[in-house]
């Protein structure tokens, strides 16, 4: 009965939880579908009386970013471009590197990790300028391939960290016995390591999809015109200034703009979790 009672009180402040947690986003939902005289007459958490998506067609194409008025949809590609290389990138090179790390270890390897890992720590402020004149020096200033640089190479120092953490924990019998067989450092990443990476091939592409896409930082700062990414195009659409403030556009362009990270956790979360408690994130 003790037991009972204990799971119930315990799913009853989860429940409470996950909808104090979750009333934001019915409030943005619920906003967006609705028309501006009623969201200027009604109740903030009341129902539409008649849902529209009209304010989702034109904060995804119409609506003012600045002085232009073409919505979000260029911003959003703009994002997809960014990330995709960006992920695919950082993770097969943290892939890599957590595996020398951890298995094939040399003189001064600790003393790299430890640099490595002191990059997890450090703030992105502080690059701003040397990566800015990097940047310059590169000739990929203020474009999107200058976007997916600065992602990997700020994103190097956790996915190596995750990988490295991972590996460590994979028997060193397995490498010294396909050594002994004669498989070379490939041959053992691609056929031994690499199959049984699933958990923390899939933290380490959900955590750094989620931190690039939702980047503002780096976006605001190391792009410029057809390279924006969606972050900036979402703080342009809020700060522009017109005759009427429409809240359901901007309601409407906030989720657009959290839509593929929310997407992620949905269909994915699982995956994260499960690889978090495989290994991810042990000492």
């Known amino acids: 009965m003790e037991n009972k009672m204990g799971r119930a009180l315990l799913y009853s402040v989860l429940c409470l939880l996950a909808f104090y947690y979750l009333l934001p986003l019915y409030v943005m939902l619920i906003t967006s579908v609705k028309e501006l005289d009623e969201i200027r007459s009604g109740n903030l958490l009341s129902f539409p009386l008649f849902i529209s998506f009209d304010a989702w067609s034109k904060a995804w194409s119409s609506s003012c970013t600045g002085v232009e008025c073409h919505g979000l949809s260029s ?13 695919l990138i950082s993770t097969t ?12 270890r040399f003189k001064g390897s600790e003393i790299i990790f430890a640099m490595i890992l002191f990059g997890v720590f450090m703030p992105f402020q502080v690059l701003l300028l040397p990566m800015a004149q990097t940047l310059g020096w590169l000739g990929i200033a203020s474009s999107t391939t200058g976007l997916v640089f600065v992602h990997v190479v700020c994103g190097l120092a956790s996915t190596t960290l995750f990988f490295r953490n991972y590996y460590v924990g ?8 396909a050594r002994l067989d004669g498989a070379g450092f490939w041959r053992i990443f691609f056929k031994i390591i690499l199959p049984m990476s699933t958990p923390i091939i899939m933290v380490t592409l959900i955590w750094q999809f989620t ?8 976006g605001v700062v190391f792009s410029a015109g057809d390279s924006q990414p969606i972050t900036v195009g979402l703080n342009n659409l809020a700060n522009t200034s017109t ?3 429409e809240y359901n556009v901007d309601m409407a362009a906030a989720i657009i703009a959290a839509l593929p990270t929310i997407m992620v956790y949905v269909f994915a979360g699982k995956y994260f979790v499960r690889g978090l408690t495989a290994g ?4």
Do not use: C, Q, R, T
């Open 280 to 283: 991810a994130v042990k000492g």
């Open 170 to 177: 994979i028997p060193d019998e397995l490498i010294k016995a």
């Open 243 to 245: 005759s009427v403030k």
């Open 211 to 218: 931190n690039i896409w939702n980047d503002f930082l780096f």
């Open 93 to 104: 090179l943290g892939a890599i590197n957590g595996y020398v790390l951890a298995k094939w």
């Open 75 to 87: 911003y959003f590609f703009n994002s997809v471009k960014m990330v995709v290389p960006s992920v």
